[in-house]
């Protein structure tokens, strides 16, 4: 029994492995079957293709390929002809056969033809005026432009299957003018495009899209556009072109009264609940007010004062804008102060939710309202921006110190020299192509007294512009042309003498390295947005970068010094000393192992400064509690390990800079193991975590002159409304560049011109070549 049952297995196992190599067999018979159907099918349209651009028979203009595909498998089995004027269907094997039988005999009985004429030729053929201006040089062999051969246009009528022809010419060619020229090409096609629509009515299917599809995809291209913020107007989607794409991919027009109405509705209160959820969760904030001080290097113009919301954990929410008019910081004091604390009323729900704001920050310099609402409500730090800060630095450097004077002047006549004498200009951009790849003009400020502007990009550039020029000046000064220009012109002989004059470029290098420097700072503290105790470590820093500066530039150090300590002493606020001694990220490893705050970096001024600060943030009751713990705080400090775990720092993978792995450790730290500080916690947690900088959503300049220009409720609405999501969704993902920067950063990066960077490079070349024998 067990040799039939074997027997029996053996002869399954062999009649399967029958039938799987039949179906095997089976299935790559159907694949080349369906691959020679797919070539015979391919072979036809290309064939047909070449006959309708006249290369090929007649019939093939009214005879199409098609593939008939087998319904089990999806394959295509064979291979037909369809005939484009009444849809009958024949095989493929002769289409000549085919063509004479079922066109020529009349079997079609919508094809007219007379059998002693010649074929008739499609309009398509006909060169179109686009055609005309690719191919100038290959006109001679064209179609003449007044004189083309057009034939009988046969139309039927899908009602009464009754045909309308045109009465054949006498002739079996006839030169038909047109009597409106090449112009008359475009109408022309789009006659025959009708009569083709006319003859075969079903149009071809696009892609088809289900409900839900379509709606996703209008969706994210309404978001796209929100998000742009003004950089894509919504105009622009009522564009012929772009409606030509939504149909070819399957979606319908969207109407730009749509975007800005219902659907600008939906997104708005989708954000406005979602930011107001994150506002009723945190149990603090801080107010942040940017666009006072507007100025070319701001965010926003004049008049539009952007709100946004800082929450403990790290997150940004845009608020609203203030459109107050256009003074771009000259506002009164008392308006900004209202609308500071109109924002506050507005994000905490009431006056009763008043102290749920511990804060503001704002870019109004020492603003006489952050003053007035920090002295009548106890509990809060009114902040003035650090950007704004170091740019106003900038402006004291430049004023205050001689040598941004002397290089201004001499930057200046040397620019007018060589930007208005024909000769000297002539022999510079010569030299410019050479060196630099391009020739051009030097930018200049508007007047040559360009330090008493508020406003010195136009000085910045000139300066950048000349050290970036140096080696073209050089060999300009050296060239015969020029020395010719001096004869009679002794301005160009002093200017001369000063490209020679290492001295000049050493000045120059010296200014505007100073002036790169502080810049440079200003724009990490905006990348970075750091918290309030950052400050003092920040402009410790920055007074031994500008140590080393004066080091290498061999500049004395004490009048820098002095306009250096006079603008910390504007910018100072107590709340840099008390954040800076309560954030357990700068506690420092005494000899016994502890981690203490670092009251030795302090001035005697400044703890005080941090008594006072601490006792003013809490009630009387709690003054001396709070000054105790803090005592207390001084001499014990925290945990080694906690300690060590706030401080742990790791590369950014983005910009691959060494920073803090958990900004959020510090406030946690004083909410959890330091929770035997009662009244000094509640400050701390409250302190810490507060921003330095104003800086947060930017709007795009399009938008905003779109804003101001827009004087009525409704369009001030819509504003409101697009600037609120598209700033949610930026914040959202941590991108504060507008597309202006990005494009204007691409441009930067991909250009050849010699503008950006490497001026350290250039000097070197130029204090070694620059000898009388260049």
């Not at 929450?311 to 500071?340: D, H, I, Q, W």
Request: glycine share 4%; hydrophobic share 40%; proline share 6%.
């Amino acid at each position: 029994m067990a040799t039939a049952a074997n027997t029996v297995e053996t002869t399954s196992s062999t009649a399967v492995t029958t039938m799987v190599a039949v179906s095997t067999s089976s299935a790559a018979a159907e694949d080349a079957a369906a691959k020679a159907v797919q070539k015979r099918y391919e072979g036809l349209m290309t064939v047909r293709n070449k006959a309708i651009k006249g290369k090929g028979a007649w019939y093939w203009a009214y005879l199409e390929p098609i593939m008939v595909h087998n319904p089990d498998t999806s394959l295509p089995k064979a291979v037909k002809l369809r005939c484009s004027l009444c849809d009958a269907v024949f095989s493929a094997s002769n289409p000549s056969r085919t063509a004479s039988e079922h066109l020529k005999r009349g079997t079609c009985p919508n094809f007219s033809s007379s059998p002693h004429l010649l074929p008739p030729k499609p309009i398509s053929s006909i060169p179109s005026p686009h055609q005309h201006h690719r191919k100038r040089s290959s006109s001679s062999s064209a179609i003449p432009v007044t004189s083309y051969q057009v034939p009988p246009i046969s139309v039927v009528d899908p009602s009464t299957d009754v045909v309308y022809s045109a009465p054949p010419p006498q002739q079996p060619q006839q030169h038909l003018v047109l009597s409106g020229g090449k112009e008359d090409l475009g109408p022309l096609a789009m006659l025959e495009d009708s009569v083709k629509k006319l003859k075969s009515p079903k149009a071809s299917p696009g892609p088809v899209l289900s409900k839900a599809q379509v709606e996703s995809a209008l969706g994210l291209l309404s978001d796209w556009l929100y998000e742009s913020c003004g950089a894509v107007s919504f105009s622009s989607i009522d564009h012929p072109k772009f409606r030509d794409f939504l149909h070819q991919v399957g979606l319908p027009p969207l109407s730009p009264r749509d975007l800005a109405g219902p659907r600008l509705d939906s997104r708005f209160d989708e954000a406005m609940s979602e930011s107001d959820a994150r506002i009723r969760d945190a149990l603090f904030f801080q107010v942040s007010s940017d666009g006072w001080r507007s100025s070319s290097s701001s965010s926003s113009p004049d008049g539009v004062v952007n709100v946004t919301v800082n929450l403990p954990n790290g997150t940004t929410l845009f608020r609203r804008a203030v459109f107050a008019g256009g003074g771009g910081g000259r506002v009164p004091s008392k308006y900004a102060e209202e609308v500071l604390w109109d924002a506050v009323i507005d994000v905490c729900g009431g006056d009763d939710n008043a102290r749920r704001c511990v804060g503001i920050v704002s870019d109004r310099f020492k603003s006489k309202a952050l003053l007035n609402l920090e002295s009548q409500n106890h509990w809060m730090v009114n902040l003035s921006c650090q950007v704004q800060g170091l740019n106003s630095l900038i402006r004291d450097l430049v004023r205050e110190l001689p040598l941004f004077r002397a290089i201004s002047a001499d930057c200046f006549k040397l620019v007018e020299l060589f930007n208005n004498n024909t000769q000297i200009r002539n022999t510079f951009q010569k030299y410019q192509l050479q060196e630099l790849d391009y020739a051009g003009l030097l930018r200049t400020p508007p007047s040559d007294d360009a330090l008493s502007s508020s406003d010195f990009a136009p000085l910045f550039a000139m300066m950048e512009d000349v050290l970036g020029s140096a080696h073209p000046l050089q060999r300009s000064v050296l060239d015969e042309a020029y020395k010719l220009a001096c004869v009679d012109d002794p301005v160009a002989v002093e200017v001369a003498e000063m490209v020679r004059d290492m001295g000049f470029w050493t000045r120059l290098e010296a200014a505007y390295s100073l002036v790169k420097l502080v810049k440079t700072m200003a724009q990490e503290l905006e990348e970075e947005r750091p918290l309030v105790g950052h400050c003092l470590p920040l402009w410790n820093e920055l007074r031994s970068k500008v140590k080393e500066w004066c080091l290498k530039f061999s500049v004395p150090e004490a009048p820098v010094e002095k306009v250096i300590e006079l603008r910390f002493k504007k910018n100072y606020h107590p709340a840099w000393s008390a954040a800076f001694i309560l954030d357990p990220l700068y506690l420092l490893r005494d000899a016994s192992g502890k981690y203490l705050p670092p009251f030795k970096c302090l001035t005697p001024e400044q703890e005080k400064d941090v008594d006072r600060l601490i006792t003013r943030l809490v009630s009387r009751e709690e003054a001396h509690i709070a000054l105790m713990e803090l005592m207390k705080w001084r001499s014990e400090g925290l945990d080694p390990l906690y300690a060590q775990a706030v401080q742990v720092k790791q590369r950014d993978p983005l910009t691959g800079k060494i920073r803090i792995a958990n900004r959020q450790s510090s406030r946690l730290v004083w909410e959890t193991c330091l929770s035997e500080f009662k009244s000094l916690g509640r400050v701390a947690v409250r302190l810490i975590f507060l921003h330095a900088t104003a800086c947060g959503f930017r709007c795009n300049w399009s938008l905003l002159r779109w804003v101001c220009g827009a004087r009525s409720r409704v369009g001030m609405e819509r504003a409101q409304k697009l600037m609120l999501v598209a700033a949610h969704a930026r914040l959202e993902r941590r991108e504060f560049m507008t597309e202006e920067e990005k494009d204007a950063e691409l441009f930067a990066s991909t250009s050849n011109d010699g503008r950006s960077g490497g001026e350290d490079d250039v000097l070197n070349e130029v204090f070694m070549d620059a000898t009388p024998s260049v």
